[in-house]
């Protein structure tokens, strides 16, 4: 099992950045994929990005591509989503999540969650 736990968000205004990270514990954080959700209130939840597990392949959704890079340090066992030109529809509660495969692309594979954590785009 992964105990996830996400920190860096915050308020930010239209336009701006915030890096967002992921500490997962355990000793197997290199052994499976990692992605980033997002959900707003009245939403349903949007898968966001996804990298495998050497960090070579990732997954964007259209909706974030070209804005956020997902990315991760095996050696601190930490993901990351660093996330620019924000707009207010980036509005949501952030979850980090693991995979138990590799398959950093589709929202099925993913079923270890974090806590989330709050960012808010102010216009």
């Known amino acids: 099992q992964v105990q996830l736990v996400e920190s860096g968000g915050g308020l930010v205004q239209a336009g701006g950045s915030l890096r967002l990270s992921c500490a997962a514990s355990?000793?197997?954080?290199?052994?499976?994929?990692m992605g980033w959700f997002r959900q707003a209130p009245g939403k349903e939840r949007e898968f966001l990005a996804g990298?495998?597990?050497?960090?070579?392949?990732?997954y964007y959704a259209d909706s974030v591509k070209g804005r956020f890079t997902i990315s991760r340090d095996n050696t601190k066992n930490t993901v990351f989503l660093q996330m620019n030109s924000l707009k207010p529809e980036d509005t949501a509660v952030y979850y980090c999540a693991a995979s138990n495969s590799n398959a950093y692309y589709t929202a099925r594979s993913f079923d270890s969650w974090g806590q989330g954590t709050q960012v808010t785009v102010s216009s």
């Open positions: 990298i495998s597990w050497t960090g070579n392949s990732k």
């Open positions: 355990g000793r197997t954080f290199s052994s499976y994929a």
